[in-house]
């Protein structure tokens, strides 16, 4: 920045996508009194269908942690994955059909302002509009048997199970063929969209790559196109040189800020080393990972007084081999601000706060 | 829709992004109880500052309706044009650069996972992490000298001079060849970003064609070259052919419920014949364009018992001449829905009312 409050643009160095830093946007009324806290959703379904003894109350439970001798869909789990009960998208194919060679995403790296393939060609509409029944897998992870609604709380080596299962998770998900994409994340809040209160992410599989990872695909297959690296490994070795923007660092990943994030305090948790498909990661890794992304969760709390959040991973599609050009990393996403006309209309994006002084915050919470 | 509940993707014609129709996760705990209301800034400056008497309180007015003998920056004027005092971009290069050849825009339309040009490059960071300072104008339309929250609220011709207003300052905000791009939005509500309740629009002119007009751009210039029409015109005629998502309609111009997009209920008003610069729209038009966003707005407040909302413009970039494949409309967006780690994190939006059932209930509140 040449002057601390002089508003700049800055370019995503992945997807190129734009975005304002605008210090003092802060002075305006209503700006910034802080994030939106979090709240527990205010209509839970009583008793919590995740809790031990409801187990009769979510669909035959897919993945489980559980004391030796207790029976699946009974008690005695500490880590449970079920079919989401309200599902996005659902198994409905007996047949599945195989998908086209190579699969969409590796078919959709090079380019994003073509229309993606799509399941059904044609079975909902020819040409302008289309539609395709939405099949695919919608599954919730239960972290925990406690009704504890902040991930934080977890032990580190029960954070870790977590991470564990993501993986275990994509790795049972990519053996269907018909699903191409996983998506993981994690609601924090009702204000994050979360609408139970035990703590718990989701994982909704698609035949289709979802438009920000495809773009993230597109962008960085250029780069590397054009470079011959890894567009995300480039940014590790920037981030580590420089340190403006690095929250904390293990061994094996480092946490910063994103130079060109969508709300202010947007932290991106990054492998050091190239790695594009999140299902090789180790055991050990997943820990070190888990208790990194609470460390991180714990200083925002602090910073944000306890804000609402999202976590989303970033990972290759489903069976697309290990990619040169594409390294997964993890997203935390507060709700520092309130989209509005700007943001929805154009795709452009304002943050009151440089990343660099919210770096600088997270650290010293650390 | 094969039945009533089964989920269903769906693929955005223009831009290729797709979404989910969930019909049955209204059902969930939380689900849909309504849009979010909207509510006045809860911390308004007083006295208001967009109130006659308190003109000294704005920049100096670029553009007025005013009594006839009164003299600018006082009172007497029905709808007035200021800088944004709080802007995020600012004009602050005495000597403007000259865009390049062609202008952003145009070099852009036939691509979209390539970064764009970026105004100053190297001028804050070479290669991966670009800066440049936010140079542009960023202003407020005034709508009223009336301390009203509503835009609904306004008489069908003077809110006509509002859809004038926009016009003309495209055309003056085009006169300076270091914009490239100038945003129209609108907040009503709080909850949709607006930060003082007295009813006014915001203009963004920057040197950056912003990411989702880029997309549209990319997308229809792509269509055309495939099919030699623009989509929109084939989607004007598919519409008002099929009728299911009209929601209604004037000579000119068709209110839509959007195929494929992120929010229930979302709108988009669309010119019948082919247009691609809202520049030219005539004074007659724009009334008819201006009663029939109005009449929306209604019915969305009739039947989403008056939500926050956005509207705003999509048109051509600045000088960009007449172009074949592009089409200016108008989005309207209600905040029917709290975007969550999917959304945020993918990409990917879920509705739960398909747009043919938010068609008819705003049909049924014309």
Not at 214 to 228: P, T
């Amino acid at each position: 920045m040449t002057d601390d409050t002089a508003p700049e643009f800055r370019r995503d160095p992945v997807t190129g996508r734009w975005v304002v830093v605008a210090p003092e946007r802060a002075a305006r009324p209503m700006a910034l009194r802080g994030a939106e806290p979090r709240h527990r959703p205010d209509r839970e379904r009583k008793p919590c269908p995740f809790c031990p003894g409801q187990e009769h109350d979510t669909p035959h439970e897919v993945y489980a942690l559980r004391d030796p001798g207790t029976a699946p869909d009974g008690p005695g789990w500490r880590l449970r994955v079920v079919p989401n009960k309200f599902p996005v998208a659902r198994a409905q194919d007996p047949s599945p059909r195989p998908p086209p060679p190579g699969g969409e995403g590796e078919k959709e790296h090079g380019r994003c302002s073509a229309p993606p393939p799509f399941p059904g060609e044609g079975a909902g509409g020819r040409g302008l509009f289309r539609t395709s029944p939405a099949s695919g897998r919608h599954e919730v992870v239960v972290e925990t048997a406690d009704h504890l609604a902040d991930p934080a709380a977890l032990s580190d080596g029960r954070l870790a199970e977590v991470f564990v299962a993501y993986r275990e998770r994509l790795v049972a998900l990519a053996a269907d063929p018909a699903l191409t994409y996983a998506a993981v994340f994690k609601n924090v809040g009702a204000e994050a969209g979360a609408s139970l209160g035990h703590t718990h992410s989701q994982i909704l599989a698609t035949p289709l790559v979802p438009d920000l990872v495809r773009r993230e695909l597109a962008g960085s297959a250029e780069y590397h196109a054009a470079n011959g690296r890894c567009v995300f490994c480039d940014i590790v070795a920037h981030e580590l040189a420089d340190r403006s923007r690095v929250v904390a660092e293990t061994p094996g990943f480092v946490a910063v800020t994103a130079f060109a994030g969508r709300f202010a305090y947007e932290v991106w948790v990054l492998p050091k080393h190239h790695t594009s498909r999140y299902e090789a990661i180790t055991d050990d890794a997943a820990g070190e990972l888990a208790a990194l992304m609470r460390r991180v969760a714990g200083a925002m709390d602090a910073v944000l007084a306890e804000p609402a959040y999202n976590w989303y991973l970033h990972t290759a599609p489903l069976r697309a081999g290990d990619l040169p050009h594409y390294h997964w990393h993890w997203e935390i996403l507060p709700r520092t601000s309130r989209p509005a006309g700007l943001e929805w209309g154009s795709g452009c994006f304002v943050s009151a706060v440089p990343p660099e002084r919210a770096a600088a915050e997270l650290r010293a919470s650390m």
